[in-house]
T-cell receptor, first 110, second 113 residues
Framework: KNEVEQSPQNLTAQEGEFITINCSYS?????LHWLQQHPGGGIVSLFM???GKKKHGRLIATINIQEKHSSLHITASHPRDSAVYIC????????????FGKGTKLSVKP | DAGVIQSPRHEVTEMGQEVTLRCKPI?????LFWYRQTMMRGLELLIY????????DSGMPEDRFSAKMPNASFSTLKIQPSEPRDSAVYFC???????????FGPGTRLTVL
């Protein structure tokens, strides 16, 4: 079993829909990252969080440390949000090592 | 700042050849990471440096892979000899410190024939 599991693997939505991507992990962590990989391949860091909630524009990331679960929400989705969203965790006690989920491929149709 | 710079962007080579990938981190960042991405395994950490010193190379697949960081502004990842199974996208990322947000380069797409 992978240490970081994401769901769903693939997601198709209509423009304007509210989107949720989930990430569950099985190890103790010190931080969790959400990354976005564009269709062209570039990777951008969206959030790094260790507790609570963070918001940036239409994106919201939450984490529940007790339940070992994080969610990434996109409000008022747009076709330009189409990308692969990757969850990664840094083990507790580890300095730099990140363990990655397999990603969720999101396609937003106009 | 120009962001993390990687070269080349694409590399096609024949099995057995030596391949060198290059990375220039963001100025002032003290940590540098090399990742490999494949369809089967997703993103994997190969090695990371802190203040030019390799900290964890447990992700390096085998002795054919080596990485160096001779100074704060340059790192190389070398594969010698290359094999078809090394075909992947190799990303370099840097961060202010190893626990901070990471900034990724555009990646090098390597194809070994």
């Amino acid at each position: 079993k992978n240490e970081v599991e994401q769901s769903p693997q693939n997601l198709t939505a209509q423009e304007g829909e509210f989107i949720t991507i989930n990430c569950s992990y099985s190890v103790g962590i010190s931080a969790l990252h959400w990354l976005q990989q564009h269709p062209g391949g570039g990777i951008v860091s969206l959030f790094m969080l260790s507790s609570g909630k963070k918001k940036h524009g239409r994106l919201i990331a939450t984490i529940n440390i007790q339940e070992k679960h994080s969610s990434l929400h996109i409000t008022a989705s747009h076709p330009r949000d189409s990308a692969v969203y990757i969850c990664a965790v840094r083990r507790g006690g580890s300095q730099g090592n990140l363990i990655f989920g397999k990603g969720t491929k999101l396609s937003v149709k106009p | 700042d120009a962001g993390v710079i990687q070269s080349p962007r694409h590399e096609v080579t024949e099995m057995g050849q030596e391949v060198t990938l290059r990375c220039k981190p963001i100025s002032g960042h003290n940590s540098l990471f090399w990742y490999r991405q494949t369809m089967m395994r997703g993103l994997e950490l190969l090695i990371y440096f802190n203040n030019n010193v390799p900290i964890d190379d447990s992700g390096m697949p085998e002795d054919r892979f080596s990485a160096k960081m001779p100074n704060a502004s340059f790192s190389t990842l070398k594969i010698q000899p290359s094999e078809p199974r090394d075909s992947a996208v190799y990303f370099c990322a840097s961060s202010l410190r190893e626990i901070n947000e990471q900034f990724f380069g555009p990646g090098t797409r390597l194809t070994v024939l």
